[in-house]
């Protein structure tokens, strides 16, 4: 495997899908060679689950809520990531293995050695380079979803999952400093893209081939 891995996590409206275009805008500006995807989805497998998993209409329990997560993973990684990383790309995720240990784990209260055996096994333990992790106070972060429009099923839950999802979040990346790039959602988005930017700059840089042939200015 010689390509870069990236995740975006982060509780529901801490502004993921604005950083991530803006560090995909970047990669394309810099000629990087890049593949962007997410969770749950990706392929058409992983689309179908998608729409069960966010569907409001449903009640699911939380062991088959993160067993149709990770089977949505383990399409994810067999099909478009590691043929990605293979071929040299930065791979770009919205979400990854830390969204379930944070929401089924922390969230849901399922043990947290059997979400990491089966995410090993679902992935062939496959760990990001790099996570960004957007944290934001749940109370803004579901205002901010609310106004995006009608919301799905895990934002329908009550503030006290959603906190204890954002302290999971920050459990996890307390665990692994080396990993987690920790960055507060309420700075501006210029601020935060620019942070993003200056650690992804300085990965791609380790990059077999990407560092040469594509620098970044």
């Excluded at 043990?111 to 934001?136: C, N």
């Excluded at 006290?160 to 960055?183: K, S």
């Excluded at 791609?204 to 040469?212: N, Y």
Aim: glycine content about 10%; overall charge neutral; hydrophobic content about 45%.
């Amino acid at each position: 495997m010689t390509g870069l891995f990236l995740t975006f996590e982060g509780p529901e409206g801490a502004g993921k899908s604005t950083q991530l275009a803006r560090l995909v805008a970047r990669l394309e500006a810099e000629g990087i060679a890049h593949t962007v995807t997410r969770e749950p989805g990706g392929t058409p497998l992983g689309t179908r689950v998608r729409e069960v998993l966010l569907d409001p209409a449903l009640t699911i329990d939380p062991l088959p809520e993160f067993l149709l997560y990770s089977a949505s993973r383990a399409q994810l990684v067999a099909n478009v990531i590691r043929p990605a990383l293979d071929r040299g790309d930065v791979v770009v995720c919205d979400r990854y293995a830390d969204s379930s240990l944070a929401y089924q784990g922390a969230g849901r209260g399922l043990d947290a050695r059997l979400l990491g055996d089966i995410t090993r096994a679902a992935t062939g333990g496959l760990t990001p380079h790099l996570t960004v992790l957007l944290d934001l106070d749940p109370v803004l972060g579901l205002e901010r979803a609310a106004r995006r429009g009608q919301p799905d099923r895990l934002e329908r839950a009550d503030l006290a999952f959603h906190q204890r999802v954002r302290d999971g979040f920050l459990v996890l990346a307390e665990q692994e400093p080396a990993r987690f790039l920790l960055l507060d959602a309420v700075l501006a988005p210029e601020i935060l893209a620019d942070r993003i930017w200056h650690a992804v700059r300085a990965r791609v840089h380790t990059v077999p081939g990407q560092g040469r042939t594509n620098p970044i200015s």
